[in-house]
């Protein structure tokens, strides 16, 4: 017998595509920065033909990869990204080309929190974190209030402990 679960439905905030610009921007922009400074050094110090050809195709591949990153890869993210939360499960599935769709068990989750980098804070974006006993999944970039009552929802559903930044707070 099977039981049947209904797709999830609910979608992260549009920021996030923002979000994941910026940071995939300033990681390749750094990586790229420094790919043209080996490249560089590797014509101005006539090293070898082969190890300047690899050097050059690796940096055209970083490049590419870069566009990717910040220009395609965040818009299919935020597109594809659904999340539903209820008694039994909580559900996340994203992925255009590889679709992962992920049910947890109420009954599993040990731990749920809320965390917030820099880019995050600037839209007032939260990443909801659910733990199980062998791993942690990840519903990323839900605005504030959404993220703490979803954090409160799954903590009063799976019955746990709520994870703050500054100690430990009963459900």
């Known amino acids: ?24 921007l300033l990681g390749y922009g750094i990586a790229l920065v420094l790919a043209g400074a080996v490249l560089y050094a590797a014509y101005y110090y006539d090293w070898k033909t082969w190890i300047t050809a690899i050097l050059t195709i690796g940096s055209i591949l970083l490049f590419v990869s870069a566009i990717w990153a910040v220009g395609i890869e965040p818009y299919y993210l935020q597109k594809t990204w659904r999340y539903e939360i209820d008694e039994q499960f909580a559900q996340l599935k994203y992925g255009r080309f590889t679709v992962k769709h992920i049910v947890i068990p109420m009954e599993k989750v040990e731990y749920v929190s809320t965390s917030q980098g820099p880019f995050l804070r600037k839209y007032g974006l939260f990443n909801v974190e659910i733990g199980t006993t062998t791993s942690d999944h990840t ?3 839900i605005h504030q209030e959404e993220a703490y009552a979803l954090r409160q929802q799954i903590a ?16």
Do not use: C, F, Q
């Open 1 to 24: 017998m099977y039981l049947h679960i209904n797709e999830p439905t609910k979608r992260i905030s549009a920021d996030s595509v923002r979000v994941w610009r910026i940071s995939n």
């Open 139 to 141: 519903i990323p970039a």
């Open 156 to 171: 009063t559903y799976a019955k746990v402990k709520l994870e703050e930044e500054n100690g430990v707070e009963e459900a």
